[in-house]
């Protein structure tokens, strides 16, 4: 089991910058997948970025060129860096831990930060 603590998010505009974290109650490493995931008006989450224990990263298309998934594992932390934001990427993002075991439950999700870009 792990638990997970989100910060950051905010409010810009268009073409602006935000970036968001989640800290984990245990190695990063011992973590099959870290992705974070946004979530639309009709409550569905969307993969936007992620990375897996070896270290590679994966991205939706829309999140290509803008976005950056990187992690501190001495910090047990995963951040998401958003640039040239632009209105759709609008939502909740919800940082998620796929433990890929066999125990209680093999996902985890954060608090959810709310992320707003408009004129």
């Known amino acids: 089991q792990v638990q997970l603590v989100e910060s950051g998010g905010g409010s810009v505009q268009p073409g602006g910058s935000l970036s968001v974290s989640c800290e984990a109650s245990?190695?990063?490493?011992?973590?099959?997948?870290m992705g974070w995931y946004r979530q639309a008006p009709d409550y569905k989450r969307h993969l936007v970025a992620g990375v897996f224990s070896n270290g590679t990263t994966k991205y939706a298309d829309s999140a290509k060129g803008r976005f950056t998934v990187s992690r501190d594992s001495a910090k047990n932390t995963v951040s998401l860096q958003m640039n040239d934001l632009k209105p759709e990427d609008t939502g909740v993002y919800y940082c998620?831990?796929?433990?890929?075991?066999?125990?209680?439950?093999?996902?985890?999700w954060g608090q959810g930060t709310q992320v707003t870009v408009s004129p």
């Open positions: 245990r190695s990063i490493v011992s973590i099959y997948f």
């Open positions: 998620n831990a796929d433990l890929a075991t066999i125990t209680s439950n093999r996902y985890y």
